[in-house]
């Protein structure tokens, strides 16, 4: 049996976890030869491909990154690197040639969707999802969120102490365009003041207001911002002209936007800081290595079964998987009844509304 | 409204958060005033609280330890203090001079048991599952666990650097003396090469074959292996006399008697680390910080709706609780069929048989 | 005998440390009281002290911050709240009425300035030298800088496993508008290719030729800037625009500006992180809080000497003094002869040029 | 040019990167071809290298251990795989053999001795100086030190938390035969409130009064011990057992019969952790790892300039070296009168006298 992986889409600390546990398993259940595909599907088209024995796969499951690199564009039906041509057929080609009996696909909505319509041109294929942000349907959590959550709070922690030093408001901006998952949990975890997400439009007098009582008594205040929440209604000027803008980080971002809009009617300084790339680099926690691994577990056991065309998901504490026709397109904000925002609400946290 | 919080048993990690988000809930929902309870079950018997305010609580989330204190063996039915007499009787004139409307019980087996014999005498009470073993029948995880994991994982990392220089088998020994969970996640998430459990009596001669055949290729081994891993069968003086022993971690634990078992028949120097006290202590993780907040909020909640003598349980993603009567003397080792162990032999892990 | 202690400026890891070992220094040895004054020089002004005692000073060796809070502009030579009037003779009178013996000054250059001009009105003040940029001229190392370092390097050693599997150009800009200690120690601390520096202008191109043969061999560049590093000569349209402007982090920064200088040119991807105000915040790393301890202990010394109007600086391995005349005004950056700039060149780390 | 590197000795955070730069540094100022000696002199013995080109010591400046391995009792002098023979001319056949123009040592006390005599056969050695507990004369802070207090001190504040909930004396024994610096640095970075050096024997009655007095009020005592700490005088009946013993570790340390002395003394739970090999391995801080860049490009300078059989050696903040005929068999333990221990005593830490 020959077993092909690639990782696509945007890295994540815990995607050599999956690789490894993926190919271990394989190997040692099934005899397999397992082959890493490099760049993710660009590999596929570029053919380049390496042999994943157990010593390639050995030491790396703390390791950031993703050893068989990846990369955010490629697509085989739109491949970029033919004038936007579908590729498809040759990549089917490059797999058949190759023997591959199963394709191990890890990544997000994009990637998946990619491998849903390679499946269905006859290539076995075994999905992993994979989500920085925590916004995949049908899956409860995804390895690299908990990575990220921690890398968010320790900026936070740092971020209050020096808040409560100078008497400021400290804004972080974090990851989540579309989902406020990873600005929720670090903002519970490091006890911010104000939590404001994507699914739920703030209110810039209410954010005020809090400041100025904060400035009153605590003297400072901590607010975690994730970059694709809003403003609720009006014309939102500044902030429209950084969603129009090609590259929203070089101007600002909400944090800024918030912190412009902010400044001018409280008496104490206020600061962003937008952690950017770093909230996704480095070695996985030991909760993400563990379920990284369960995740590229529970892939092989797929391949093993001869259970094709299907994504890994965890519900509850157990894995199972969903055909991959389901998944294609499906985010998972934060929904409204959600315990966490109840938490953060009776805890005297603001949503900002 | 005036509720009572206390914390019982062995200290750990997110303990505090629990407090802040019972208090900060109460305050916030109900108005009511909190009490806190010095060093749990103690503190009502030697009648010394404190009321817990949003001052006395800000700040705390990310504090290890617990700002209430905790004591291990204060059981008002047969107080120590008292020759061993009851007096819960006394316990009972306090909560009601103090005008209770319900106690906070956060602890583990132990303090169950004792909230659950309170409950009976008539005190409104709601308990929280502390344990940092994970090993609580009716919740699937306990806040505390995961910064404990994480500890044994970065140590599990250290000790297998160093191994790998010198070429030697590196033995950690774990939290764990009926559960196996700690060594069990950071045995997978640090690559550890063998786990040995509690719930797995392992056989000696099988880790001593891995470590020769490692000792022939890597050169190093690293074993994590729980308090209360036993080898199968046979007389284990050694190990008997440990257990009889007092004080088993003056005489060595397991971790020393492993390694006196396989010195001799290796040619590679093999070291043991005992973690102890360290795993139980500091800051909590970001996760853990979250799960404690969710218990904190899901036992305010129970008081809220006037549901008492009931225990708060994390089922899956979701808070749920169960009737005290329910919880006691019931633990949860890792079972046979658990998919993490499947996990770990898959991805070829010994687990010592 | 009595000692008021102040921190002033910007915020920094250790200050706490400091605070508590000159207070506990100055009560055992000395059996002085010892006052707090709030948020730096605006306490004098405004009238805020609060005793310092042993319990105030208990567990807070390792907190972030400092306990006082600190203030950036308050200048009782020049003082924002009266209209930039010259209000040192209130606070002279107040130093009087507080019966203080001795004032301790932590802080940076703007603070030893303003302690020796209220030094030579009569106040006995020692002078304690506090630089996260690790600038000031006298003191071979301060406290908070090794935090600053140990935050930046954990941050570029993320940002290397991203650039590593995406094949990218990846920016960090790290504090050090006038000195480029943080970036060159924190760039040799974890491998980064490209350091720039505010000492030394870089040439544009040969960051370029870097890049580009990074590129095409390891595929991926890692640059760690510091905020004041400048390209060499030209007309830098951008970069003026930037540094005229009154808010360049708003704007962007030197890292934006060379991403926008780099990405037309290259292939690959170019990401910028700012970590910004995270670099001063949290937790001092152990190293940090011995040599804070040092610090205040040497602070405390002089006043039990009588040894006034001076500042502790650190020679080599040994805490001394210097006038407090002396300090004003001179900072340090990195000379051209640094061994440090050696053995960047000599171990492959461009710096630019 | 040809050159070899070995590591000897016990392992220690750093090593790594001081081989890094070693390589890099004579790779590319003096184009020389560089090979690694495997496990220390084991390696010369048994003729194991293998080439050490820029690709491989890309991207360990960051990881623990030795990609070379290291032994701690191969002697060519004293070779226990001979019986003890001296096999030193066959190492000098085979340095010759390789054409070695230098051989770096990098290594402790023993190495270094090593090391010297093997210069004194004709082989144009530079040694390294390696310790983790900081005891080598001539040379002001060693990398890998200050990882190790890192890590101890991370142990302290956990266990300083578990301490307070508990209201017990929380022991924890670290490194240090010969020398207290560990404990001391570490200790002080924790506020340790008893803190137990080789160089001072501690009086019991002393540290019993500390804790008694603790209990009292504060409830709570932490005391840092490093292994070889002595009570003074008298008949040690059980420490002197196990400095008999041949497995102190196993009887228990010092860490432990301090327990056992003050235990039954004491009204409160007195608990003990020994951290062993954990101290040692693991990625280094940050400063070690600009510190061990910083002896290795020296190392090489020494090479560039033809200046053999030396030492490098830190003095203040500068690099310098020493004869390796002056380095062998003197150790560097606290001095009675180092300012660490002043600011020690001055602010409470009790040293057990």
Chains 1, 2, 3, 4 share one sequence.
């Not at 976890?17 to 993710?40: D, F, N, P, T």
Request: glycine share 14%; with cysteine.
């Amino acid at each position: 049996m020959r077993v092909g992986i690639l990782t696509g889409g945007g890295d994540c600390p815990g995607l050599n976890a999956v690789i490894r546990a993926v190919a271990k398993s394989l190997i040692h259940q099934l005899g397999a030869e397992v082959l890493g595909v490099e760049q993710g599907f660009l590999g596929l088209i570029e053919r380049r491909v390496r042999p994943l024995d157990l010593r390639a796969v050995a030491g790396i499951v703390a390791a950031g990154g993703t050893i068989l690199g990846t990369h955010n564009r490629a697509d085989p039906f739109v491949y970029f690197g033919a004038g936007g041509r579908d590729v498809s057929d040759a990549v089917l080609a490059y797999v058949r040639e190759l023997g591959l009996d199963a394709l191990v696909v890890i990544g997000g909505d994009g990637s998946m969707d990619i491998a849903h319509r390679i499946s269905l041109k006859g290539v076995p294929v075994v999905g992993c999802p994979k989500t920085i942000d925590n916004d995949l349907a049908h899956t409860d959590r995804c390895f690299g969120f908990d990575t990220a959550v921690a890398i968010v709070t320790d900026a936070l922690d740092r971020l209050q102490t020096t808040g409560q030093s100078h008497g400021r408001v400290m804004i972080l901006e974090t990851m989540g365009r579309y989902a406020g998952w990873i600005a929720l949990e670090a903002g519970l975890a490091s006890g911010a003041d104000i939590i404001l997400i994507p699914e739920i439009p703030y209110r810039l007098d209410e954010v005020l207001r809090i400041c100025r009582e904060r400035e009153g008594r605590q003297r400072f205040t901590v607010i975690a911002v994730a970059e694709g929440a809003k403003p609720q209604g009006g014309t939102l000027t500044v902030h429209e002209r950084i969603e129009a803008s090609p590259d929203p980080i070089r101007l600002g971002g909400v944090g800024n936007v918030l912190r412009e809009q902010l400044q001018p009617q409280l008496g104490c300084e206020v600061r962003t800081t937008i952690l950017g790339h770093v909230q996704r680099g480095g070695s996985p926690t030991p909760f993400d290595r563990v379920l990284a691994t369960r995740y590229g577990h529970a892939a092989a056991q797929l391949i093993a079964q001869r259970r094709f065309n299907r994504m890994v998901v965890l519900r509850g504490t157990a894995l199972d998987s969903v055909p991959l026709a389901d998944v294609a397109g499906r985010n998972r904000g934060v929904p409204a009844d959600d315990p966490l925002l109840q938490a953060a609400r009776d805890t005297g946290v603001s949503l900002g509304i």
